[in-house]
Every structure is written in structure tokens, then in C-alpha cells.
């Protein structure tokens, strides 16, 4: 119980300590007139691969009853100096175990300096795990995220992920590769728009630690965009 209060402590001091970068606050997400078709394709590539679900975590399941809580940050490397924010907010993550094999997961967050959010699901599927017979764990993982907030678009990103693992006793390397897609479809008044499907591939490799009940775990995606991830939960 002392531990489970420091990691809740923890995921509190981390969150205000944390808060949307400089451009993201200062930024809503809206359509500017004269957008064109691609502008408004690279505009969805870019929400999409920041939308995503990360994994930010190891392939071992839960267990049945058993709940992973914890808050994740990502950030993005975009290429660009016309899309120079990100939705680098804090995310609130859920997870719970159904039974041996099966996971599954909710996240939201909403940017309380500017007009946008995301909700989204996943599941975790395990298909090996490791033991004596196995020397990794491997798994599957379909996602789907969607934007919320802004009046004039609307994003939703759905990704596949395959991903590989091994445990060193508290450490816990993992990488995978996904395919992912992107849909984003206009409202606004000032322009008219086709909706756009963007769709590709990443690869991502990160390191995740647990020590009691405080799991800690960070990785790098590279896709269209470099994007980086943090996460801290408690497991309970």
C-alpha cells in the first residue's frame, strides 16, 4: 500500500511538472482558410502519428483482474516549420488484464490550454510468452484513436502492432513494428476539402523497468515522424 501511494504521489507531481510544450499551448487545432489538399494530407500524416496508441511497455500480460494505471507523454520531431506544435499533453492510461493472453486498454487526455483531447482503445493479445520452451514474449495489438475538440476536422488514427520482448529480471527491452492508417475529413466553412487516408508503416524499440509496483518505460517510434514516449504507473 506504501508503495501504490508513492507511484500515485508520483504520477501527481509528474503531471504538473509536465504540461504541454510552448507551441501546443499556444496553438489551437483549426483549419486556416486556403489550406490546401496537401496540406490538409500532411496535417492528418502528422495528427495521425502523434494520435497513435503507443505500446510504452513491455509484452508480458497482466493477468486476469489485474490493472496497469499510468500517465504517458509523447512528443514529436517534426519536420517542418509550418507545423511546428504537438500534441504533447499528458495522457491518462488504463489497462486491464482479461484473462493470461488478453489486455485491454483505454487512454484520453485533453489540452487544457487549447482546443483538442484524444480518446482511444487497444488490445493486447499475447501470442508467446516467455518460459523455459520460450525465450520471448511475443504479441499483437490493434488500436484505434480519435481527436476531439476542434469543430472544423476531425482525425482517427487505427494501428496494428506486432512486438517482440525479453525480461532481465526487472528490465524489460521490447521492440516492434506496426502499420498504421489515418483518416482526417474536414467541416470547415472556408474550405472544401476531400478526406484524406494516410497510411504507412514505423518501427519503435524502447526499455521498460519495474520495481514493485512503479513501472517506468520509454521509447522511440520512426515512422513518417520521429516521435518520442515516457511513461510512469503503477501495476496493482
Partial sequence: ???FSIVIGTLAIVATLVPASAD???SDINLRPGLTDQQFEALTSDLGAILRFRQLGDNAALGRGNVDVSLQFANARLGDSTRSWS???????ARVGVNDR????AWGGVNADSNYGLVGVDTKIALLRQGPARPVSLSVRPSVTSLVGPSDLWVGNASVDLSVSRAFGALAPYAGIATTSSLGVEWSKDVDLDPVVDE???AYAGLSYRWRSLVVSADVEKGDLVTYGFRIGTRF
Fill in 1 to 3: 500500500m506504501r508503495t
Fill in 24 to 26: 501546443a499551448q499556444s
Fill in 87 to 93: 500534441l504533447s499533453f499528458p495522457r491518462v492510461v
Fill in 102 to 105: 488478453v489486455d485491454i486498454g
Fill in 200 to 202: 504507412g508503416s514505423l
